[in-house]
DNA sequence: CAATTGAGTTGCCTCAAGGAACTCACTCGG
DNA sequence: CCGAGTGAGTTCCTTGAGGCAACTCAATTG
């Protein structure tokens, strides 16, 4: 966790990052989502230290990404699945499985495909204005202050 | 700089997150994509720590996400642009937008807005498949493995 | 020649990350 | 009933990354 922190900057890049920015989050993000949903599983699954495990799953739970559900009372054992808010989040992952694709695979080839159920194909994400339909990249647009834009 | 390096990872999401998943990285980048290119203007601008500042700047030059150019000679000054591997990585910034405007904005609304030069409205990007065109979201699909997986 | 600006570098200090061991509650096999 | 096993953390110690401030160096402006 850095020092400075990003939760309270006027920029929704900030605040995200708030939330996932920190070391670990986002993988943990990615195995709840393929279905490592138990502590034990995503610790060996990561090789990520316990003590730091704990604390972003208690991180993501209390921001709402992840939900800790007991699924036995006896004897007590919980998982963690993702909400509404973090089912969201993983469109972020998708789009960070496209470039390390396209710019960190190499020869070797991606090394997860994904199946999207509409169409069967083998494919990957886009990003497409929700107005226009139209492809839409950050060479496309123009950014301009918002009603939530600090004042000054 | 989290210890345990990401980038040999068998995943793209593990290398992409090597690239840029280091605190202030992300931002550093969303400040070259408008236009603050220079580092005591990143500095000011982030309230980031100079020390730090200059180990991302030559890491995401290292990576080729961004390019280090001299706009004067005499006095020699210098100025951070993107590449194109970094203006793709911009994408991923688009997505926090969305994400943490729809999450985190709440009643004073985005502090940004995006004009999509195609159709020239107001909007925001939605991910699609680019093979069939439909919405393509991470509950859409399904994860195999890929050519790059690793062994065993 | 002094002050200013751009672009870093250096040094010190604190707190977070890594690693390993420990805890605690419960279950299962003999 | 006893010991081993499992799930889910917690505690302790060490190292090193991040924050902050001061310093450097080169060139420019007054």
Avoid: N
Avoid at 12 to 23: Q, Y
Avoid at 72 to 96: A, F, I, N, Q, W
């Amino acid at each position: 966790m850095q020092r400075t922190r990003f939760g309270d900057m006027a920029c929704s890049i900030a605040r995200t990052l708030d939330v996932i920015g920190e070391p670990w989050s986002p993988l943990i993000l990615r195995d709840v989502y393929v279905g490592i949903t138990r502590f034990d599983a995503l610790q060996q699954d990561l090789g990520i230290s316990r003590k730091v495990l704990a604390e972003r799953l208690k991180w993501l739970v209390e921001k709402g990404v992840l939900a800790r559900q007991q699924y036995s009372s006896r004897p007590p054992r919980h998982e963690y699945t993702l909400t509404t808010k973090g089912e969201e989040l993983c469109d972020l992952l998708l789009v960070m499985v496209r470039w390390g694709d396209r710019w960190t695979a190499g020869e070797a080839g991606p090394p997860a495909l994904h199946r999207h159920h509409a169409c069967g194909e083998f494919s990957h994400v886009e990003l497409h204005c929700s107005v226009c339909g139209q492809p839409m990249h950050a060479t496309d647009i123009d950014v301009v202050p918002g009603p939530g834009a600090a004042a000054g």
